[in-house]
């Protein structure tokens, strides 16, 4: 701390006096917040409650400083000096020039006062590498100064780039401004009039409270740049404050960005480069990291490909969705009844009736969510139980046997399907399994629904063993075609089975069931908890890939990711569930055998695409099983390694 006082000199000698100050800054040097840009933070009150202001001074560029921040530890530790309880500050700014110096002052009506003079600048990396050996995990960070650059286009190029583009829609951004410190809103704002896609308009709708700084920086900024619409001040809900901005807007496409957030500077770059692929698409949703109050980027969420079995669970599309306007109006955006905080209603309304093919995943971290609303609180926003009714008003409209359960994590819901009392279930097991199969099913099989049988080593025969009473004889018969059987939904285990999950086979049964499933498959585990099989996606490089296979089960999920039912391009042949329907489509009986499970899984698979149907993965039914001797049973194309984060890279 530094208590900056004038020397009173000679007594003879009248001298005008000058401001005291009581000031510290928290960090000897500035915070590297990226390549790009550092932030200081510090507290500052003068002594004598004179009013001043702080300024950042880079070679000859003056930037304002954001007062008035919450400090209690000051506080508590100068109690007795201090008139006030907020004297924190903090300045972001851009990387200086080599031969550009960085002093901080403060101004009163007659002075400035030098409060830190050649302020240093660390580097990003260097910064980095400094916390690192303090033990701390900077995975994220690394990424960010190695590799982030390398996903965009050089920026000295973007501009002869974009104007190649032969579609540049104007995209509207909403934002809703309450009263609110000066500095999220400055920074919100700015990270849009920062955007290298120049063809955007922000519609501002505000509070009708009595106008504050930020909104003296909101009146100025519309003043000097016509693409910002400020709308007149209203004391509406934030439902009725959005829909006035999405009346005002005039873009084809809309990306709703709330006022503590920012955008990158190559959001709008990528999202526009997204509708140029030659495809209609109606709704381009980026990956999102958080940042804290400062600007320090943490906690990347990279985003899944679009899969609605997977929405419906989980909204993981959240923020940095543009979606053309239209569709929003249609959909009855931002309506008194269907408001919900993170548009997870909106945006099921819309999903619901838009071709998947028009939807498209920008996998870069784009949108900025920060996580406090001050220097202090923390803002726990996306970690509160979200309403089911969104989900249930769209099992209403579509009729849709189903109810709503809480699901494996706050944010998501489980759809379970409705499963008749009269639904017949047959299992196949391999003989070569023989009575311990048996006994490894026994306490999750229904007798009252369920048949178990054996499964020959070749050709199409399958051997009915219905255990008796104990001590007495099994009765076996041949089967060989479907007619022999009644059963509704078939169930084939191609693997030395040790343990299944309760009602294991009723959820797959109930998702096999489903008018719109093809195929349906769980989780498979060995005996020591890793993932044997999680099913397959198709990656950049048009592979197919399992995300989780190898990892272990209890510490595997990345951002929920797996703990919802997903739609998968393919399964293996571990095991899996099929409606009756289904297998009389491939001709019944005939390529059902122990030994060509891998041809009848892929002709599903072919058949199921063909229809338009969901290939199902649900993390409800769990088998572990006996890996020794397991030979390979998938796809010749498929990549067995856990490639989400990588691949979405």
Not at 274 to 289: C, K, P, Q, R, S
Not at 326 to 335: K, M
Request: aromatic share 10%.
């Amino acid at each position: 701390m530094a208590d900056l006082a004038n020397n009173p000199g000679r007594a003879e000698m009248p001298v005008e006096r000058k401001p005291r100050f009581l000031f510290s800054l928290d960090t000897a040097a500035a915070v590297p917040l990226n390549s790009r840009e550092s932030y200081l933070k510090g507290w500052f009150v003068p002594a004598d409650e004179e009013a001043f202001e702080l300024w950042l001074v880079v070679g000859e560029k003056r930037i304002p400083v954001f007062t008035g921040l919450p400090r209690p530890d000051v506080a508590q530790n100068h109690k007795h000096e201090l008139g006030f309880k907020k004297p924190g500050f903090v300045v972001r700014f851009g990387r200086p020039q080599p031969s550009e110096s960085v002093r901080l002052i403060a101004t009163t009506k007659s002075h400035d006062v030098v409060l830190a003079d050649a302020i240093p600048c660390q580097g990003f990396l260097d910064a980095i590498e400094d916390v690192a050996k303090q033990g701390i995990r900077v995975d994220y960070q690394y990424w960010l100064a190695e590799s982030e650059s390398s996903l965009f286009w050089p920026e000295l190029d973007v501009a002869s780039r974009l104007s190649a583009l032969p579609y540049r829609p104007l995209i509207s951004i909403l934002l809703y401004v309450p009263e609110s410190h000066p500095y999220l809103v400055t920074r919100c704002v700015e990270s849009v009039l920062q955007q290298h896609y120049s063809h955007w308009q922000l519609c501002v709708a505000r509070d009708s409270v009595p106008p504050g700084p930020e909104y003296v920086y909101l009146e100025r900024v519309a003043s000097e740049d016509s693409r910002v619409k400020l709308l007149p001040a209203s004391s509406g809900r934030l439902s009725d404050e959005l829909k006035r901005a999405l009346n005002a807007a005039e873009g084809e496409f809309v990306l709703r960005l709330d006022y503590r957030d920012e955008l990158h500077p190559f959001a709008l770059v990528e999202i526009a480069r997204a509708l140029n692929t030659g495809e209609d698409i109606d709704l381009v949703y980026t990956d999102e990291d958080e940042m804290n109050f400062y600007g320090k980027r943490l906690r990347p969420f990279f985003k899944p490909e679009f899969d609605f079995e997977a929405f419906l669970s989980w909204n993981f599309i959240g923020n940095g969705a543009a979606i053309r306007r239209n569709l929003l109006l249609e959909g009855g955006a931002y309506t008194t009844e269907t408001d919900d905080p993170d548009d997870s209603g909106l945006l099921l309304r819309i999903l619901e009736r838009m071709n998947p093919s028009r939807v498209r995943h920008v996998p870069k971290p784009l949108y900025h969510l920060r996580i406090g609303h001050d220097a202090t609180a923390p803002l726990p926003r996306g970690l509160k139980r979200r309403s089911s009714k969104p989900v249930e008003d769209y099992i209403a409209r579509t009729g849709r046997e189903a109810v709503v359960w809480p699901s494996l994590f706050p944010e998501s819901f489980r759809l379970r399907p409705k499963l008749t009392s009269d639904t017949r279930v047959a299992v196949f097991i391999r003989t070569e399994d023989g009575s311990l199969q048996h006994a490894a099913l026994a306490a999750d099989i229904d007798r009252g629904r369920t048949q178990v049988y054996e499964l020959l080593g070749s050709g199409a025969d399958l051997l009915t063993n219905t255990a008796q009473t104990a001590g007495s004889r099994s009765v076996s018969k041949t089967l060989r075609h479907l007619g022999d059987f009644r059963e509704d939904v078939f169930v084939f285990i191609n693997r030395p089975l040790e343990a299944v999950n309760h009602f294991f086979f009723e959820e797959l049964a109930a998702q096999a069931m489903r008018p719109d499933c093809g195929l349906v498959t769980g989780i498979s585990l060995d005996l020591k908890s890793h993932i044997v099989h999680s099913g397959f996606r198709r990656n950049l490089a048009g592979q197919l890939v399992d995300d989780y296979a190898g990892l272990y089960f209890p510490r595997c999920d990345y951002w929920e990711h797996f703990s919802v039912l997903r739609s998968v391009y393919s399964i293996s042949d571990e095991f899996f569930a099929v409606k009756r329907s289904q297998l009389a489509a491939l001709g019944g009986f005939g390529a059902v055998s122990s030994n060509r499970m891998r041809d009848l899984v892929q002709r599903l698979v072919a058949l199921t695409h063909t229809q338009g149907a969901h290939v199902l993965v649900t993390p409800y039914a769990i088998g572990t099983f006996e890996l020794v001797g397991r030979t390979s049973t998938v796809h010749a194309d498929v990549a067995l390694v856990p490639s989400l984060v990588g691949d979405t890279l």
